[in-house]
């Protein structure tokens, strides 16, 4: 997969993009298994199959992003922050870009806002209006929008898990003062995209088909009521520069806090070229 050749309206477009060619510029099939636990009596490892339905349940979060990018021997992180409505499906997030090989603070926060098949973003820059959005069709990129806008959806990365595979249950731990129950396993992509809610089908099948590797290493943090506090994935991708490992993290708290997403109007989404 080739992120940096997602095309949007004749241009190319990916907030990752940036950090690909920050890290260029530095030089640089799972299958269908059961869930179980290796350590009797500790745990629920089943609950993490249920994650998604416990979130909508929920109902909203403020939420904490981390992605980082490594290839060649160069390391980058995206980082987020924001609120997601899992009743409603939509999240908005600030999205902070890495610095330039140089140490300059090239490029403003993103604003991303989330919803079901779309990514709709402001402050893109290279050519894009500072009062315009863009909108992307996360159906249509190559890895569903887990890693293009630099943080993988909050409800997406928990849709993930449903389809989780050889769970263990490693062990309770402390999380922002909040006891939580550490699980690791497997997820796998394509089998997600089946077993997923609708509304997130679309864009885990294009996911499936752009990785390299379905299979998905997760570590997963459920509260004693069985809300997601925490998930980390590790997905990989080649490009024309080699392998980039990427670790996508996201962190869920103050569950219940009123989340207020308005998507733009059809004005107000920009439709010229976009520069990388």
């Known amino acids: 997969m080739v ?44 609950d993490v199959l249920g994650a998604a339905d416990v979130l909508a349940r929920a109902k909203s979060a403020r939420t904490r992003t981390s992605m980082e990018m490594a290839a060649g021997g160069t390391r980058v992180t995206i980082r987020g922050e924001g609120g997601y409505d899992f009743a409603r499906r939509m999240g908005r997030l600030t999205v902070v870009l890495p610095t330039d090989p140089a140490g300059a603070d090239e490029h403003h926060p993103v604003t991303e806002l989330l919803t079901s098949g779309a990514l709709y973003m402001k402050n893109r820059g290279a050519g894009v209006p500072a009062d315009k959005w863009v909108r992307v069709d996360t159906t249509t990129l190559a890895d569903g929008n ?43 992509i394509a089998r997600a ?7 997130a089908r679309a ?5 499936a088909k752009g990785f390299a590797e379905d299979a998905v290493p997760f570590d997963a943090y459920l509260d004693d009521d069985g809300r997601l506090r925490k998930v980390r994935h590790r997905f990989s991708f080649t490009n024309e520069t080699g392998t980039v490992a990427v670790t996508s993290t996201t962190l869920l708290y103050d569950f219940g806090t009123p989340v207020t997403v308005h998507l733009p109007d059809e004005r107000d989404i920009y439709a010229g070229r976009i520069r990388v």
């Open 3 to 46: 992120v940096q050749q997602h095309r949007l309206r004749g241009g190319a477009f990916a907030v990752a993009t940036v950090v690909l060619g920050v890290l260029a510029t530095s030089g640089c099939s799972g299958g269908e298994g059961a869930v179980a636990d290796d350590r009797p009596g500790g745990g629920r490892p089943g």
């Open 146 to 188: 887990l890693v293009t806008g630099g943080a993988t959806d909050p409800l997406a990365a928990a849709e993930l898990l449903r389809s989780a595979r050889s769970v263990t249950y490693v062990g309770e731990e402390e999380l922002a003062g909040v006891r939580v129950r550490h699980y690791r396993g497997m997820t796998d």
């Open 193 to 199: 995209a089946r077993v997923a809610e609708p509304h």
């Open 203 to 207: 864009s885990l099948a294009a996911a």
